[in-house]
């Protein structure tokens, strides 16, 4: 069982710079490929970012790829999420989760996570 904590979203004007941070708990974190995604008002959850169980692999979607970088630091229990270069359109509630059973294809649609955060609300202002 893992439990998540995403911190770090707010206010920020376009073009300015946020970092997610995503806490979790449960003594396995580096069993758990992690992932960010992020839902819109009105639109259905989407993926941001996803990072192997190690480190070593990172997946991102077109809409954030060279913004957006993912990071983890398994002996904190942490995953980041670094957002340059903002833009109104990624405003949405963050979302952490996290994959027992998988650890490569992270960006791929068909993958089910296995837990999920409670979410932060970033806000972009033009």
């Known amino acids: 069982q893992v439990q998540l904590v995403e911190s770090g979203g707010g206010l920020a004007q376009a073009g300015g710079s946020l970092r997610l941070s995503c806490v979790a708990s449960?003594?396995?974190?580096?069993?758990?490929?992690m992932g960010w995604f992020r839902q819109a008002p009105g639109k259905e959850r989407e993926f941001v970012a996803a990072?192997?169980?190690?480190?070593?692999?990172?997946y991102y979607s077109d809409s954030v790829k060279d913004r957006f970088t993912i990071s983890r630091d398994n002996a904190k229990k942490t995953v980041y999420l670094q957002m340059n270069s903002l833009k109104p359109e990624d405003t949405a509630v963050y979302y952490c989760?996290?994959?027992?059973?998988?650890?490569?294809?992270?960006?791929?649609?068909?993958?089910?996570?296995?837990?999920w955060g409670q979410g932060t609300q970033v806000t972009v202002s033009s």
């Open positions: 990072i192997s169980r190690s480190g070593g692999r990172t």
């Open positions: 449960g003594r396995t974190f580096s069993n758990y490929a």
């Open positions: 989760a996290a994959e027992r059973h998988n650890d490569y294809q992270l960006g791929s649609p068909s993958l089910t996570w296995d837990y």
